[in-house]
């Protein structure tokens, strides 16, 4: 059960960071809204934190329908986790002028990625930098990717009313 709820919690931590950064910068960049970001990042705290622990129970139902205390364990490890960390993104948005928030949001992000890649890379006794350096790709092509989609969407339907 021990090993599930951390399989879980590293699973939701990391998708969490991932989803919430993609969802702070578009809609930061489609909008420009602070309303729309922190509804955005509750919203998705709780649906998607859901979604994801449900979508994380049947896969593992699938995989071993005798194993319920395993997949029960990663199953709120998963949503715990995903809905904790997405929350914390809320917190610098509440605060800070949005723009700057965003920022704040990057590097929060970021520095918990490394830390949760710094003990995965320990635990598996592997380069950690190395480890590192190779899932930070991702979670920057998501920064850029989201930007651009913020930006084309604010270009497309800034001015027009959705």
């Known amino acids: 059960m021990?090993?599930?709820?951390?399989?879980?919690?590293?699973?939701?931590?990391?998708s969490g960071i991932i989803t919430t950064l993609g969802l702070v910068i578009?809609?930061?960049?489609g909008t420009h809204s602070k309303l729309a970001v922190i509804g955005g990042i509750l919203i998705i705290a709780i649906a998607d934190a859901l979604s994801?622990?449900?979508?994380?129970?049947?896969?593992?139902?699938?995989?071993?329908?005798k194993n319920q205390k395993g997949r029960w364990g990663e199953t709120i490890g998963l949503a715990l986790s995903k809905f904790i960390i997405t929350l914390t993104f809320?917190?610098?948005v509440m605060i800070f002028p949005l723009d700057?928030?965003?920022?704040?949001?990057?590097?929060?992000g970021v520095v918990v990625m490394m830390v949760l890649l710094f003990y995965i890379a320990e635990k598996e006794k592997k380069s950690p930098w190395k480890v590192i350096a190779q899932h930070l790709i991702v979670v920057f092509l998501v920064i850029i990717v989201t930007y651009l989609a913020g930006n084309w969407i604010s270009g497309k339907y800034g001015s027009a009313k959705i």
């Not at 021990?2 to 990391?14: C, N, P, W």
């Not at 700057?100 to 929060?108: E, R």
Request: hydrophobic letters at 50%.
């Open 52 to 65: 994801d622990g449900f979508g994380m129970y049947i896969s593992k139902e699938e995989e071993d329908p």
């Open 100 to 108: 700057f928030a965003v920022i704040l949001s990057i590097i929060w």
């Open 26 to 29: 578009g809609l930061n960049f």
């Open 90 to 92: 809320a917190i610098p």
């Open 2 to 14: 021990i090993e599930a709820l951390k399989a879980g919690l590293s699973f939701g931590v990391t």
